[in-house]
């Protein structure tokens, strides 16, 4: 299993960016897919999450400027990050389970500053 995220910089307040996941190993569709972020020193947390079916959740911090998006063809799972915030700074991990266990990708920076 290889999750490998890619999209992260340095963007400023107000502006928009798109991560994305790419997994190989697995059968993508099947699978629930979430992304989670870890600001410095803070723990990791829930940022969104997306259903094998499509179906969406995201945490209040980020309701109305993230969306979670899946494609299944590529094995692709993004996040699409508006309205950004410097609180909104950290790094950013895809994240699957499987029956075998929970997989991570290695993150990639996001960081909001002017």
């Known amino acids: 299993v290889q999750l490998v995220e890619s999209g992260g910089g340095l963007v400023q307040p107000g502006e928009s960016q798109r991560l994305s996941c790419a997994a190989s190993?697995?059968?993508?569709?099947?699978?629930?897919m979430g992304w989670y972020r870890q600001a410095p020193g803070k723990q990791r947390e829930l940022v969104a999450l997306i259903t094998s079916g499509g179906r969406t959740t995201v945490v209040d911090s980020v309701k109305g400027r993230f969306t979670i998006s899946r494609d299944n063809a590529e094995s692709t799972v993004y996040l699409q990050m508006n309205s950004l915030k410097p609180e909104d700074t950290a790094v950013y991990y895809c994240?699957?389970?499987?029956?075998?266990?929970?997989?991570w990708g290695q993150g990639t920076q996001v960081t909001v500053s002017s």
């Open positions: 994240y699957v389970v499987l029956r075998s266990g929970g997989y």
């Open positions: 190993g697995i059968i993508f569709s099947m699978y629930a």
